[in-house]
């Protein structure tokens, strides 16, 4: 069965510090790969995607994420984390035929000022 | 930008009654709409596939009696929670998949 993986369930950072947030997926077939945020009190907000090309993605507010396939890996990357970067971080991987969202439980970002 | 609208935001009703949450894509057609449910520990479950004009798809363990799931127009998808109970108290989700992927705001449903 397809699923996804993230190994962090929770992570706590000082300000300015470097941000690796893993997710690995089992499906070995062509994937869409999503990187979603959802701040304090607000609705899901998508941070990054990758479907095809540079397996290299930018996405916003200075998060990136690469693409490994031999790895299955889909890791969510900033350099510099700050204060309102505070949020859970879901990885969801869209596989196969169907279409639908495979997720993550997701990762617990604090970030202390 | 395309988005989808869902609401209400925030629900709060008694046990045993009914709770209607619409989603709505606003300037394109959602031929599939997806229902998600967040639980209390964050894990976002899929509870259902919407598909327009046709039954929609369940997901295992997701009791097709209680949750309703209608596709009535290419543009309305509407999920019902019904006899609803405080072990039913979570965060719902709708989105549209695929290259067009959308999400809705979400509804917070509390069954006290």
């Known amino acids: 069965a397809q699923s996804v993986s993230q190994h962090n369930h929770h992570v706590i950072l000082s300000e300015a510090a470097s941000l690796e947030l893993g997710c690995n997926y089992s499906?070995?077939?062509?994937?869409?790969l999503f990187w979603y945020v959802q701040y304090p009190g607000q609705h899901l907000q998508l941070l990054l995607k990758?479907?095809?090309?540079d397996p290299l993605v930018k996405g916003i507010k200075g998060f990136e994420a690469e693409f490994i396939k031999s790895k299955f890996s889909f890791n969510l990357r900033k350099p510099s984390v700050q204060w309102s970067d505070t949020a859970e971080y879901f990885c969801?991987?869209?596989?196969?035929?169907?279409?639908?969202?495979?997720w993550g439980l997701g990762t617990s970002l604090a970030v202390n000022p | 930008g395309a988005v989808v609208s869902q609401h209400p935001s925030r629900v709060i009703c008694k046990s045993g009654t009914s709770v209607k949450i619409e989603c709505r894509s606003l300037?394109?057609?959602?031929?599939?709409m997806f229902w998600y449910r967040q639980f209390p520990k964050k894990s976002l479950m899929l509870m259902a596939t919407?598909?327009?004009?046709?039954?929609?798809?369940?997901e295992q363990g997701v009791e097709k009696d209680k949750f309703l799931i209608n596709h009535a127009s290419l543009t309305l998808s509407t999920l019902t929670v019904t006899s609803a109970h405080p072990e039913d108290s979570s965060f719902y989700i709708c989105?549209?998949?695929?290259?067009?992927?959308?999400f809705g705001s979400g509804t917070q449903l509390s069954v006290l």
């Open positions: 989105s549209t998949t695929g290259e067009k992927l959308f």
């Open positions: 300037d394109f057609q959602a031929t599939t």
């Open positions: 919407s598909n327009e004009g046709s039954k929609a798809t369940y």
């Open positions: 499906y070995g077939g062509t994937v869409n």
């Open positions: 990758y479907f095809s090309g």
């Open positions: 969801a991987v869209n596989a196969g035929n169907n279409r639908k969202l495979i």
